[in-house]
Each structure stands twice: as C-alpha cells, then as structure tokens.
C-alpha cells in the first residue's frame, strides 16, 4: 500500500508537435471521491486520463496515482488502480469469461478468482461465456467495469462509462457506480453529461482547451448559479414600473407580456407584497436557477469540439 | 520470468482463437500435400533444385525440395502474417490499453509477444516437414536418399538432417519475425506492416541475385535459406550453418531490440 492521495496531476502538458492537447491539468482527487472530470468532447480529458494511467507519456508535469507516478514505477504506480479510457476494449474473438481470465492472469496478485464474483456484479453471467464480438456497447461497457473491478481497486478511472448506452443502460450504470462508491471505492470519471455528473459527484474539475477552469466541490459551484424570475401578471407595463423600482432586483426586462429578472428569495417576496398593494394581479411567477449546463457553458465559452485533439492523439 | 510466461501462454491462446493463424499454417501443410500429388501425377520433376532428382527417391526429402519453394515468399508471408500483425491488430482494436493497465510491465508483454511470434515461425515450418515427410513417404516410401555429395543416406538419419536443416532454415525466418514486430510496433497497422515485412523479405532476395552484390551475398538474409545444404553434405559442411546462425542472430536482435525500446516508451493512444 502506498501513501498518498487517490490522484494529483500538477502542470500535466501534452503535446504533439504543435498541437496541444493538454495544456497544464492541476487537479487532486481525494479519498472517497467520486470526481467528475467535465468538459467538451476533445477538451483533453482522455487525453489527461491516459497520462494519468501511464498509457502516454506527458510532455510535461506529473500525474501520481497513490504518491506513485506511472512514468517513475511503471505498473507498480497503478496497484489498487484500474479503469478504462475511451471505452473498454476486449478481445472480440474471446468469450467475455475467456476475456476476465487473460487479465486476471495479467495481475499481481492473480484475480482470478474474483471472475464469477464481478461478472454478478455487472451482470454478465449468463452471457460470459459468448464471444465479446457479438457484445452490445452496453455490455462491453460492464464488462469494462468487471474487468476494472477483477483488481480490488481503491480508485477507479473511468472514461464516460455511460456514453452510448440507452436511457436503461445509463440509469444502471450510474446505480452501479454509486453502489461501487458506497462500498468505499474513490472514483475518477470523466463525462460531458452534466446531470450524470450533478447526480454522481461530490467534487468536480471542468477542463477547457486542455486546461482546467474549475476545480471543487460541485456544491460550491452550483451555489455560484445566480437565480433569474420569470413574471406574468394582468399589467405588465405597470408591474415593469414597479419592478423597476423595486429594490433588490436586477436585469429586468419585459418581453411580450412576460417580464424577467434576477433577485433573491427576499427581494422576490418583497416584490409579491408590492404587486397585491398595488392591486397588479399575478397570473405566474417561476424561478429559473441556472444549471450545471449553464455555467458549464459559461465556463467553456460553449465550445463543443473546436479542440479536436482526442483523435489525433 | 512467471510474467513474461503468463504473457507468452495467453499470447499462444490468442493466436489459436485467429483464423489468420490457421491460414498460415494451414497453407504450411497443404503445399507439401499438392506438391507431392503434382509430382504423382506427372512424370517431370524439379530436376534444377539441390536434391530435386531424388525427390522420388524417398518421403524425407519432399520438405527440403519444398523449403526451397517456400523461401521465396511462402514462408515469409505465413511470418509476416502473425509477427506483423501481433502488435499492430492490439494497437488498432485498442486491447493494448487493455492489457498495459494490468500489472505487467511493457517488457514482459513485449517479451511474451515476441516468443509467441517466434513459436509460430518454428511450428509452421515444422508442420511443414512433418506433413512433407508423411505425404512424400505415402507416395514414394520411407526409404534412403542420395546427398548432395553424392554419397547415400539412410532414412533415419535422413530424418535427423531434415529436422536439423528445418532448424537451421528457421533462422533467417525469424530474422524476417523479428523486422515483422519491428513494423508491428512501429506502425500501429496489421496490414501496412504485413506487406512491408514480405517486401522486406523480397528485397533481401532480390539484392542477392543482383549483379555485383557476390562480395556481400554470404551476408545476407536471403541467402542463409540455403545454409541447411551444409547438413546434406559429407561430411557435413558447419561454414554456412555456423555463419547463418550469427548472421541470422544480427537481423534477429536488431530489429526486436529497437522494437522492444519503442515499445517501452511508445504512447498509447487511439487507434
């Protein structure tokens, strides 16, 4: 066992040639994590998770797994680690038991063992005896995870685990991974699907072209999330005016018949007094919190994917 | 060395689940098969190849006139086959994140890879022979021959020589193996390194018989497919076998060692 926490990356840089990939990942994943890696398709996340496996060398900084850095110690700095990154990849022409056994043998201390015990947790059995090539992504995706699990991992790093997968399949996936971090597993994983990530994770980091744009509690960030109102009334010309005048309120504007600002819980109760001793009848009034997505965007300047780096690498 | 085994035992296991593997060798086993029934069926013989007027003389020499053959390009594609692909098919199929994020060191695996490419280049060629002795000996008898000195050889011994000289012939194969994973590591793709390593065999053929490359020629790959004549000679003639085993040693550990270095710190990416 190795001291030290479950993930820090410090100044991570990759590139190839001219074109960076990663441009400098410092992020630290705490024990009992579950950590949500955010960002565009091709931001460098997988390319970020690679080095942090020992798959690719960065061409500058660190990623140390446990205290224990993947270019230093070789596989040494993956023990009590596993995962997958941009899917899992078997052996098609092998059953997926046949699949669990080859990797078990490529353990330390061999896991083979545990091969029954983890196609249950996935459930896979029944099928594990048929070729992985006739596989649905769903299946291969769990038996991504069985495999990860094959090693006892205390972290585990886990590339979009739910992409692809149908509403069924992605509702079963994240059961499994909280059931995986309620039985004490820290588990990295990277998404670009924000209520994934609201749902599973405590902390997260959100990368951008290749450098990260927040890192924390995911708490702290929604809590940044300002509120905005939306308001219907019988007069709206007049509930502008008073609006207007209406201390605490920001941004108001009327569109068609609808007005909207932004305020706080008070200023907004406030606001109703004032309206019903002026005799303005409301008809509607809505909160509009912003969500992860927005300020996701915010943060990524709503960039998709002009970034393409993960297939060049 | 338990590592390096595991790798070696599982990379065996795959190649037995390929159907490429079984192409190769299936392709090993039927040439001596259709060679022997050509020969049934026509009087004629390959009477300008060493040994090839006494191929009806006795099964033990139907793989040895075949090995000539193979050498061309037979032999070499089968390798090429599966050492071109060995590498390559897990970068590109992205199992070799897989297994590289297990607890084997790059070495082991690049080591159990290697010896399973090798493995397949010795029993293809003696599938071969085998197969050659039994189809020939069907036909023509279990019986001696006459060497290339001229003087008679009894079977049995015959049989020993024909396994020494399938060893021997082994050599320079695994010399093309070795530039196979070579490609296979560098390239990332089956079929580009596949068609490069034939090339590659083509070519050491093809500078042997070049006008003006006599000073050169005993060093060359191609020409240590013919070392093995040295055991059909009396007495036995060690100067081609002993100089097929160094220079055969040369285009083995070059290539599978710079292979092995571009292994340990090639990055692992997409395919």
């Known amino acids: 066992m190795s001291d030290g926490q479950p993930v820090v990356a410090r100044g991570l840089v990759k590139r190839y040639g001219d074109v960076v990939a990663v441009a400098g990942v410092d992020l630290t994943v705490e024990p009992g994590d579950v950590f949500g890696y955010l960002g565009p398709n091709g931001a460098g996340k997988t390319t970020s998770l690679r080095m942090m496996l020992g798959l690719i060398r960065p061409t500058e900084g660190s990623a140390k797994l446990f205290g224990r850095d993947p270019l230093v110690d070789g596989v040494k700095a993956l023990e009590g680690v596993a995962g997958f990154v941009e899917g899992p990849r078997f052996y098609p022409y092998l059953s997926g038991r046949k699949n669990l056994r080859l990797l078990a043998d490529y353990d330390e201390p061999n896991s083979s063992s545990r091969i029954e015990e983890v196609l249950e947790t996935v459930e896979l059995r029944d099928r594990a005896k048929d070729r992985v090539g006739g596989y649905s992504h769903g299946m291969r995706q769990r038996l991504g995870i069985a495999a990860a699990l094959l090693r006892e991992p205390r972290l585990l790093l886990l590339d979009e685990p739910a992409t692809g997968l149908d509403p069924a399949g992605m509702r079963d996936m994240r059961d499994l991974i909280r059931r995986l971090a309620g039985d004490g597993i820290t588990i990295m994983l990277s998404s670009h699907l924000l209520y994934e990530v609201e749902e599973l994770c405590n902390r997260v980091a959100i990368i951008r072209k290749g450098s990260i744009v927040y890192e924390g509690e995911l708490g702290d960030l929604l809590a940044t999330a300002t509120t905005s109102y939306r308001l219907k009334t019988r007069d709206p010309e007049r509930a502008r005016t008073i609006c207007l005048n209406q201390p605490g309120l920001g941004n108001v504007a009327l569109g068609g018949d609808e007005i909207s600002f932004s305020a706080d819980e008070d200023a907004v109760a406030l606001l109703s007094l004032a309206l019903g001793h002026a005799r303005v009848a409301i008809t509607q009034l809505v909160a509009d919190t912003q969500s992860l997505e927005e300020l996701f965007l915010g943060m990524t300047g709503g960039d998709s994917s002009d970034h393409d780096q993960e297939e060049v690498a | ?125 003696v599938a071969m022979g085998v197969v050659g002795v039994v189809a020939g000996s069907i036909a023509w008898g279990f019986h001696s021959f006459t060497s290339l000195s001229g003087t008679p050889v009894s079977a049995g011994r015959g049989l020993g020589l024909m396994f020494a000289s399938l060893g021997v012939y082994v050599l320079p194969l695994a010399g093309i193996a070795a530039f196979g994973l070579l490609l296979s ?87």
């Open chain 2, 1 to 125: 060395m338990v590592g390096v085994a595991r790798v070696y035992r599982w990379e065996v296991a795959k190649l037995l689940a390929q159907k490429r593997t079984y192409l190769g060798l299936f392709t090993a086993m039927i040439v001596p098969i259709i060679f022997v029934v050509a020969l049934e069926v026509q009087s004629g013989g390959p009477n300008d190849v060493p040994l090839g007027r006494y191929i009806r003389d006795s099964g033990v020499v139907t793989p040895l006139v075949v090995l000539l053959f193979m050498s061309i390009w037979g032999f070499p594609l089968i390798t090429a086959l599966v050492a071109g692909d060995i590498v390559a098919s897990e970068t590109h199929n992205g199992t070799l994140k897989t297994i590289l994020t297990r607890s084997r060191e790059r070495g082991q695996v690049f080591a159990g890879k290697a010896l399973a490419a090798f493995t397949y280049t010795l029993a293809v060629v």
């Open chain 2, 185 to 271: 590591t560098i390239t990332r793709n089956s079929a580009a390194s596949v068609v490069s390593t034939l090339m590659f065999a083509l070519f050491m053929q093809l500078i042997g018989v070049l006008p003006g490359t006599e000073s050169i020629r005993p060093y060359l790959l191609g020409t240590q497919f013919d070392a093995w004549h040295g055991f059909l000679r009396t007495p036995a003639d060690w100067t081609p076998i002993v100089r097929a085993a160094w220079v055969s040693a040369i285009y083995i550990v070059v290539p599978l060692f710079s292979a092995y270095l571009v292994f340990l710190r090639r990055d692992v990416a997409g395919e």
